[in-house]
Nanobody, 111 residues
């Protein structure tokens, strides 16, 4: 199983980024997918979750209305569109499928 995140970087407050997570080694279309994040000195927290078919999504209160999780089962990829970014969104963002995690991608939001 491989989960490879990409799309992180440095952005100014108010900006946008789109993260991608390319999955392989399991039946992607049957698996719910999640994005988590971990800021320095803090615990890893759930950011967004999407059902296997994409019909159901859930978000942390801190990102509701700003982030959108989506997936393309034909491309075995899950996305996280992040808008109106804030400095407190700075963290390493991880993709998760069942018990598997990606290596993470750094998102830094400058004020």
């Amino acid at each position: 199983v491989q989960l490879v995140e990409s799309g992180g970087g440095l952005v100014q407050s108010g900006g946008s980024l789109r993260l991608s997570c390319a999955a392989s080694g399991f039946t992607f279309s049957s698996a719910a997918m999640s994005w988590y994040r971990q800021a320095p000195g803090k615990e890893r927290e759930l950011v967004a979750h999407i059902s296997s078919a994409g019909g159901s999504t859930n978000y942390a209160d801190s990102v509701k209305g700003r982030f959108i999780i989506s997936r393309d089962n034909a491309k075995n990829t899950v996305y996280l569109q992040m808008n109106s970014l804030k400095p407190e969104d700075t963290a390493v963002y991880y993709c998760r499928a069942l018990a598997w995690w990606g290596q993470g991608t750094q998102v830094t939001v400058s004020s």
